[in-house]
């Protein structure tokens, strides 16, 4: 029978003799000490020679023979992961659905989007735009691969990819009396920016009426410079839109930060999935 060289035990070689340890490389691979020294002892069996010199305990460094399996080692492994990496990545006819919140198509995507096809030429990527509650759920249920939306800030597994403080915005309306309903302008319900907005009121004990509900970014923009009401949006959001802030015009209670976090739905192809997230992360999350 053709002798098969595991590619876990020549990572623990490769492991011990850059340690110059098997205490040190049992730690790294998460192995208890006895089944490292397994390892190689099975190793030395399988190839017939000794591959580690030893003396009064210590590790002194690969056998010549052990030198030649370890360069040989080097290029089982390697190919190993190439061909891992190549079987990951998405068929042509496989497109990657992702999902995202509108106003991030309004900030640094373009360039974004051509990292991943330099990087990923075969990758397709099928965008959605939604409000976050549904981007959060459509994840969770597989209905899409990967999904950047906002969130209050928590301690839920998927972890944040950025913080975005926030801030009301509007132009002065005919009445500011802190007795008046706050006309609001924004996004349909399960908007993580109108989730907000309602939290900080509520909790001020203020009223409130939606003045307008929009689509889409663009549209809530016009809104809001139209005088319709007000809207809470991050402020490098509303600054970059050209709105003006509404503090000084209107007592509007204190809003907190809201969360971007990215969610990529169980069974996708996890390293593919995160390397995608991570460009767009880097190039979108912050602009």
Known sequence: MPTTLDLDTLRALLAIVELKSFSRAAERLGRSQSAISLQIARLEAAVGHPLLERARGRMLGPTVKGAELIAHAREMIALNERAVTAMRRPASDSPI?????????????ASAFGE???????????????????????????RLDLAFYKRAPSNAADAAVAFE??????????????????????FADGCAYRGEALRSLRQAGREWSIACEARSLSALVGAVKAGLGYAALPIKLGMRKSLRHASDLVDLPQLNAVELALGVAEGCNLPFARAIGGIIAERCSLA
């Open 165 to 186: 403080p926030m801030a009301w915005f509007g132009k002065a309306l005919a009445s500011n009396r802190s007795s008046d309903a706050v006309p609001l302008v924004a």
């Open 97 to 109: 659905r992702l999902g995202m919140p509108a106003d991030f198509l309004e900030r640094d995507f």
């Open 116 to 142: 991943i096809r330099s990087r990923f030429p075969k990758a397709q990527l099928s965008v959605r735009t939604d409000v976050s509650a549904r981007l959060a759920e459509d994840v969770d249920h597989g």
